[in-house]
């Protein structure tokens, strides 16, 4: 997109004619739709939403970060220049996890923005925004969107380019310093002595703050997969590839376990002794215990094994996104609660307090982490002289299994969602009717984020609309992991039919 000829722009405007949109803590788009001309100016969008509101002021640092992406260079170099054009004083904080850059936003009481696209494939890219309090939330995006941001068109070419590609000054090392000693002040010297990790680095931001962390916590760390190309590993839809790679991997050597992240190091990725991933959710349970969690928050598509455990005081379920998963642990520590932590089904860890464990305080990090929950569940097998496998099979035999359909036009999603939720034993659909009569009768329902069905068996079938896409997503719980994905393949047939 070029918006060279347009000296003004609301960024709601932007928003429709540039393709790149608001998803979750930011925004997200093509590379080739992301012109340094468009971060530019929602960058500007954001400095001019947080003057207006008094979270900072003219003169004041903004902290820069980046994944390993092919674009995230030019992108930050974007950033940077929106930052000085403001008035801001932007710090280059390098190529670091995103809760690193995060953590010293909160740390210094500053803006903080990672370029980043997570876990999508590289020919996209995306700016995470954090206010000096946090990552942004529904209400903060809003406060964005309505800004009406000037561009200073002597910056760009006319294929809105930057001229100049020397705005970023160079690495300040602070930011990886502060994330990495958070760990290792908190846990007990030494305490991965004798433990033996396989660190699947890929293209992970992660990778090097995790070698640090881990040597220097005692463990012994092989490196597994480094990439100077950039993979895009999602921790919620693991590949075939990388599940196929961490069995032979755990063939090949004597790991206690694998740990790796997704792109910006945002979300977990842990194995057991024998290469299979946990999911995100049963991670978020084990990490929340170790921490001696009084309230968890979770999204309501987790897995129910966190009610069926009875480790905590308080579960409370959200709509899905960190963003209302922020906001409940927000009101949860009003109450002064001990202790209030949240976690989603992607494995990504938010601590909304501060936790003292052992006569050490690890300080609050309210946005998702990585490196949290692998620390955690390794040290919480070794205290109890256990396997990564015996550890989860203490936990309620809960399996979720998840899958989408695309191309699923959102009105009919409405309708599918609509119709069930008056009628829920509607599901019973076509040529599968009977596939559902080993569920019994819809015992109850949830509307907290599309509908989720828990049925006489306790089994749970969640179907919800994508918020941005045009998809329809489904996710299923059994006490199998067999019977999960089985229930979810019946429920996909019963989708098909709605479009046909």
Known sequence: ??????????????????GVQFGTSGVRGLVNDMTDEVCFSYVTGFLQYLLECKLTQKGSKVAIAGDLRSS??????????????LGFDPINCGNIPSP??????????????????SHIPDDRNGIKFNTPNGEILKADEQGIRAQQVSIPKQLFTTHGQLIKDDYLSPVDVTARTLYVERFISFFPEKCLQDIK???????????????????SLGAKVTSLGRSDAFISVDTEAIRSEDVELA???????????????????????????AGKWLRGDIAGILCAQYLSADIVITPVSSNSAVEKSDLFENIIRTKIGSPYVIEAMQHASEAKAKSVVGYEANGGFLQQTNIELDGQTLVKLPTRDAAIVALTIILSAKRQKQTVSQLVAQ??????????????????????????????????????????????????????????????????????????????????????????????????????????
């Not at 850059?101 to 696209?117: C, D, K, N, R, S």
């Not at 067999?482 to 098909?496: D, G, S």
Request: aromatic fraction near 8%; proline fraction near 4%; include cysteine.
């Open 197 to 215: 990790i396989g660190l699947y680095e890929h293209s992970s931001v992660s990778r090097d703050c995790f070698r640090e962390i881990f040597t």
């Open 1 to 18: 997109m070029e918006v060279t000829n347009k000296m003004t722009m609301l960024i709601d405007d932007l928003m429709d004619e540039s």
């Open 395 to 500: 936990l309620p035999k809960r399996y979720t299994y998840s899958d989408r359909i695309k191309n699923f036009p959102t009105e009919l999603s409405k309708k599918v969602i609509s119709n069930l939720s008056s009628a829920p034993h509607n599901i019973n659909l076509g040529n599968i009717k009977n596939k559902f009569t080993e569920c019994g009768e819809p015992i109850s329902t949830d509307l907290t984020d599309g509908l989720r069905i828990t049925f006489a068996s306790q089994e749970i079938v969640h179907l919800r609309p994508s918020g941005n896409a045009p998809e329809f997503r489904c996710y299923t719980e059994a006490e199998t992991e067999l019977r999960a994905k089985e229930l979810n393949e019946y429920c996909m047939t019963v989708l098909h039919e709605y479009i046909q």
């Open 100 to 117: 690193a850059v995060a953590f010293y936003g909160l740390e210094f009481g500053v803006a903080a923005i990672m370029v980043t696209g």
């Open 247 to 273: 069995k032979q991997w755990a063939d090949s050597y004597d790991f206690d376990c694998i740990i790796s992240t997704d792109g910006d190091g945002d979300r977990p990725l842990v194995s057991d002794e």
């Open 72 to 85: 995230t260079p030019r992108i930050m170099n974007a950033v940077a220049a929106a930052c000085q054009t």
